[in-house]
């Protein structure tokens, strides 16, 4: 297994990120390899100062970097040397199972399309993110921010999407799916929300188990898969990210709020795409961008975008 | 001044009720009196049980109850004798200067639309409520349920209205306005949000501070006013909610927490409409009775509905 890093990609790149690729190392087995993207003097150079053998690596040397502020498209099509661009290049042709980058979130989704493609069938990609809960289980909930407005049939499908993901990627036998919403009555929420738990409730194939508020998030009563649009997502995403700013800031110390922490989940993966992409926080430093690596590795692991092409 | 406090509504009404109703009397100045609106033999026997003299409150005796499983319109206007319709019917005739329930949201909104009416001028009321910061200072959120899907311009008048609440509820000088989005550049968000972004940059009253997104919640950079639709809010109050359950199952204890617990913010105005009028939530105990009724007090205080009134 070949896991593609974006050396160039995040606020503190290039040395955060081959700091926590360097503690991937201990966790990977002798047949995987985790494969460093970016300026190959400043690889070798960290690399050297912390006093690790480059051959632990494979190296692939780029030339050019998507800035935070590059216009996604532009940049993705103009700077074909940038490390995003050949990760993306080197996904196409196989010589990768799995790439990652705290990047350019817009130049990461603009690769997806113009390379690896979205899925034939996936009405709209769509990103994954975790909600731990108190129980000790992992949930999925999506979309985190890709399309802030989803029509109910999109919806329906991230259901599906996040049932894959919850049964593949977490491990979970039949996940129960809910509607994230005002209310639990199937009178409540926006026009889409009301057709889409219509739908949802005819589907066979998913487990829906009803509308969930955001007061059932965390708790025992929070299905395995929860499904909303990428504006309300994002915000539940970033607010339970204030929240750990809020508990850090108070020195609170809970197992249970290491666990809410971005640092400790990592990554997003774009769901819907042909390829098994993850992306991570902008100010990923080391411990968020081993956790980066982790999680592109079980998604690989789980051969989540070929399960998603054979189950659309 | 006057305030009424429906008796009968709320999962622990009466009992719990009274015993927030007693609560406020050590709050209550000589000129201020509380109402009670409810069954009659409900509340003398539970004053008696407290050992509290009756003549503390004024009790206005009702003979019906609106039940959270009832049809809000159908319910109101069959309904004469309820506590909430007799509560908006004093509203309306000036025998109460705010009144505030726990009972059934639905029917309190329709009870404000069939009697006290909107505000000319106002395009949609609001459910505005309290969001603390860690640095000390209170923010005020909308809307919070009412209204699932916002139009830009009902988003700008939000603006407005919470930055009334904010001045003369909260007496914050100038206050700073938000608009919740998922990300702080102007072309993030739904056609809605980003509509309401241009429309608030340009009006010449609020003080618009730009995007606020999910992260900036609780903290430092949260401005004085949030303003998002109803869907949105209602997920950030109940996912707070939420949090608060987390922590006081975890023990954790530490008084910004406090200041998040629905007990202790009390209840949430219903901004916009020609009357002062506090909606609690359905598991209001004892505290947050009390809290309730100090928040309607707050807002009467501060002449809320005809400060809104002057300004539209």
Redesign the interface.
């Known amino acids: 297994m070949r896991i593609g890093l974006d050396v160039m990609g995040g606020d503190f790149a290039p040395d955060a990120i081959i700091e926590g690729a360097v503690d991937v190392l201990p966790h990977f087995s002798f047949n995987e390899k985790l494969v460093l993207i970016g300026d190959e003097n400043s690889i070798y150079r960290k690399l050297n100062e912390m006093n690790v053998k480059p051959s632990n690596f494979d190296i692939i040397p780029t030339t050019q970097v998507i800035e935070m502020g590059d216009h996604p498209a532009k940049a993705f099509s103009q700077k074909r040397n940038s490390s995003i661009a050949v990760g993306y290049d080197m996904l196409k042709k196989n010589l990768l199972d799995g790439f990652c980058s705290a990047g350019s979130t817009g130049a990461m989704l603009v690769g997806a399309s113009y390379t690896v493609n979205v899925i034939p069938g996936v009405f709209r990609p769509a990103l994954a993110t975790i909600i731990p809960c108190?129980d000790g289980r992992d949930s999925v909930i999506l979309d985190v921010?890709l399309n802030?407005?989803c029509k109910p049939d999109v919806l329906l499908q991230y259901g599906l999407l996040g049932s894959l993901y919850a049964k593949y990627v977490l491990e979970v036998e039949k996940p129960t799916v809910g509607l994230?919403n005002?209310g639990a009555e199937d009178t409540?929420?926006?026009?889409s929300?009301k057709s889409a738990y219509e739908l949802m409730k005819e589907d066979p194939i998913i487990d829906f188990v009803g509308n969930v508020?955001?007061?059932?998030?965390?708790?025992e009563s929070m299905p395995d898969v929860i499904v909303c649009d990428?504006?309300?997502g994002?915000?539940?995403?970033?607010?339970?990210?204030?929240?750990h700013?809020?508990c850090k800031?108070?020195n609170?110390n809970?197992p249970?709020f290491d666990r809410i922490d971005f640092e400790s989940i990592g990554g997003t993966p774009i769901v819907g795409i042909n390829a098994n992409v993850v992306i991570g926080h902008g100010i990923s430093k080391r411990k968020a961008i081993m956790n980066m690596v982790l999680k592109t590795r079980a998604v690989v692991h789980a051969n989540l975008a070929q399960k998603i092409k054979e189950a659309i």
Chains 1, 2 share one sequence.
Do not use: M
């Open positions: 108190i921010g802030p407005d994230l005002i409540k929420g926006t026009p929300v508020e955001g007061n059932n998030l965390f708790r990428g504006f309300v994002n915000i539940v995403l970033k607010q339970t990210e204030a929240f700013y809020i800031s108070r609170i809970d249970f």
